[in-house]
C-alpha cells in the first residue's frame, strides 16, 4: 500500500497540469444545466474523450499530445468529476450523453468521433444509442453500456479467484456494489480516497507502476471530498436506469471500435457485436484497466487507424 498523501484538489489545479500538456487549454462550458470542465488542443477533426472513475481529464495525459498531431481533441470531465459541477441528479448515461451533446452543439462540432474509457465508455455509448447522428465513430475503452448482464455480477468471488490482481476469467469488482451504497461510501473515504486508489490500481492493473506519484496524487485530491464522492458513485447508482433505457436503443451502424485489456477482452468481444453491426475489437493482453498509463502506444496504434480508415 502506498503511503496516503494528504493534499487537495488546489495544490493540483487545472492552471497547474495543463502546463504539463503543451498545446492545450482549459475551457468551461455550460450545457444541460451543468457546467463543464474540458481541456483542448490541436487540430483537425474533432475527437471528444471522455474519462472513466476514478480519474480525471488528466488520464488522457499519456495519449493526448500524439492525438493532437492529427485531430482536434476535447478532454471533457464528465458531470460530477474533477472541476466540472457536482449535481445531486442526472447521473444517468443518458443524460450525461446529453451534456456532451450539448457540448458538440455549442462548440459547432461536425463529423465528431468520440473515445470513451471506463465510465467514459459508457456515456460515449450511450451518446451513439440516442444521437447517432452526431457519432461518425466510436472507441470504447474496457467499458461499455451498462446491460443486464451486470445483474451476473457475483456478490462474493469465487473460491481461489480473489487475489492480489483481477482474476479475467472470474472478475471480481466488488466496488460496483459498494459504489451503490449512498452516504456510508462519502464517510468512510473522505480524505482516504487514496488507500482505495492505490488498492484499486494495484489490482486491475499488470504493471501498477506505471501510474505515476503525481497522477495518483491528482486523482486522490480529486475525489479527496464527500461531494466528489458522492457523486461518481452516483454514476453507479443509475445503472438500473440505464438498463431500462437500452430496453429502447436500436444497433449501432457507426464504426465503433473497442479496445480491450487482459481483463475486458472476453466480455467485449462478445458483448459489442450484440450492439454494433460494424465492430472490431482490439485486444491488448498485457495491459490491466487503465490502458492510457500501461500501454500508451499500443492505444495510439489502435486508434489512429481507425479514426483514419
Same mark, same amino acid.
Given at each position: #500500500?502506498?503511503?496516503? +498523501?494528504?493534499?487537495?484538489?488546489?495544490?493540483?489545479?487545472?492552471?497547474?497540469?495543463?502546463?504539463?500538456?503543451?498545446?492545450?487549454?482549459?475551457?468551461?462550458?455550460?450545457?444541460?444545466?451543468?457546467?463543464?470542465?474540458?481541456?483542448?488542443?490541436?487540430?483537425?477533426?474533432?475527437?471528444?474523450?471522455?474519462?472513466? &472513475?476514478?480519474?480525471?481529464? !488528466?488520464?488522457?495525459?499519456?495519449? @493526448?499530445?500524439?492525438?493532437?498531431?492529427? =485531430?482536434?481533441?476535447?478532454?471533457?470531465?464528465?458531470?460530477?468529476?474533477?472541476?466540472?459541477?457536482?449535481? *445531486?441528479?442526472?447521473? $444517468?448515461?443518458?443524460?450525461?450523453?446529453?451534456?456532451?451533446?450539448?457540448?458538440?452543439?455549442?462548440?459547432?462540432?461536425?463529423?465528431?468521433?468520440? #473515445?470513451?474509457?471506463?465510465?467514459?465508455?459508457?456515456?460515449?455509448?450511450?451518446?451513439?444509442?440516442?444521437?447517432?447522428?452526431?457519432?461518425?465513430?466510436?472507441?470504447?475503452?474496457?467499458?461499455?453500456?451498462?446491460?443486464?448482464?451486470?445483474?451476473?455480477?457475483?456478490?462474493?468471488?469465487?473460491?481461489?479467484?480473489?487475489? *492480489?490482481? #483481477?482474476? @479475467?476469467?472470474?472478475? =471480481?469488482?466488488? &466496488?460496483?456494489?459498494?459504489?451503490?451504497?449512498?452516504?456510508?461510501?462519502?464517510?468512510?473515504?473522505?480524505?482516504?480516497?487514496?488507500?482505495?486508489?492505490? &488498492?484499486?490500481?494495484?489490482?486491475? #492493473?499488470?504493471?501498477?507502476?506505471?501510474?505515476?506519484?503525481?497522477?495518483?496524487?491528482?486523482?486522490? @485530491?480529486?475525489?479527496? %471530498?464527500?461531494?466528489?464522492?458522492?457523486?461518481?458513485?452516483? &454514476? !453507479?447508482?443509475?445503472?438500473?436506469? %440505464?438498463?431500462? $433505457?437500452?430496453?429502447? !436503443?436500436?444497433?449501432?451502424?457507426?464504426?465503433?471500435?473497442?479496445?480491450?485489456? !487482459?481483463?475486458?477482452?472476453?466480455?467485449?468481444?462478445?458483448?459489442?457485436? =450484440?450492439?454494433?453491426?460494424?465492430?472490431?475489437? +482490439?485486444?491488448?493482453?498485457?495491459?490491466?484497466? =487503465?490502458?492510457? *498509463?500501461?500501454?500508451?502506444?499500443?492505444?495510439?496504434?489502435?486508434?489512429?487507424?481507425?479514426?483514419?480508415?
Amino acid at each position: #500500500m502506498k503511503e496516503l +498523501v494528504s493534499t487537495t484538489l488546489n495544490d493540483f489545479s487545472d492552471d497547474e497540469l495543463i502546463k504539463n500538456l503543451p498545446g492545450f487549454a482549459n475551457k468551461y462550458i455550460t450545457t444541460n444545466g451543468v457546467k463543464l470542465h474540458y481541456v483542448e488542443g490541436g487540430s483537425g477533426k474533432p475527437l471528444l474523450c471522455l474519462p472513466g &472513475w476514478p480519474q480525471t481529464w !488528466y488520464s488522457l495525459k499519456p495519449v @493526448a499530445l500524439q492525438l493532437a498531431e492529427k =485531430y482536434r481533441v476535447i478532454i471533457v470531465d464528465l458531470r460530477g468529476m474533477g472541476s466540472s459541477e457536482k449535481p *445531486e441528479s442526472g447521473y $444517468d448515461k443518458k443524460t450525461m450523453a446529453k451534456d456532451i451533446l450539448g457540448i458538440i452543439e455549442q462548440l459547432s462540432l461536425k463529423n465528431v468521433s468520440i #473515445m470513451g474509457h471506463d465510465i467514459g465508455g459508457m456515456v460515449a455509448m450511450s451518446l451513439a444509442f440516442n444521437h447517432p447522428d452526431v457519432v461518425e465513430k466510436l472507441i470504447v475503452l474496457d467499458g461499455s453500456h451498462p446491460s443486464e448482464g451486470m445483474m451476473q455480477m457475483p456478490l462474493m468471488p469465487m473460491a481461489g479467484t480473489f487475489n *492480489e490482481k #483481477m482474476d @479475467a476469467n472470474m472478475p =471480481y469488482a466488488w &466496488w460496483m456494489g459498494f459504489n451503490q451504497v449512498k452516504g456510508l461510501p462519502e464517510q468512510l473515504l473522505e480524505g482516504r480516497f487514496r488507500y482505495l486508489q492505490d &488498492w484499486l490500481f494495484n489490482y486491475v #492493473m499488470i504493471d501498477d507502476s506505471k501510474m505515476t506519484s503525481l497522477e495518483r496524487e491528482v486523482y486522490a @485530491a480529486a475525489y479527496n %471530498d464527500k461531494e466528489s464522492i458522492r457523486a461518481s458513485n452516483a &454514476w !453507479y447508482q443509475t445503472f438500473n436506469q %440505464d438498463i431500462e $433505457d437500452t430496453k429502447a !436503443y436500436q444497433q449501432l451502424t457507426m464504426p465503433v471500435l473497442g479496445i480491450a485489456s !487482459y481483463i475486458s477482452y472476453n466480455y467485449m468481444s462478445m458483448g459489442l457485436p =450484440y450492439v454494433a453491426t460494424n465492430v472490431h475489437v +482490439v485486444g491488448i493482453l498485457d495491459s490491466g484497466h =487503465y490502458l492510457f *498509463e500501461e500501454k500508451p502506444q499500443q492505444v495510439i496504434d489502435a486508434v489512429l487507424p481507425f479514426l483514419a480508415s
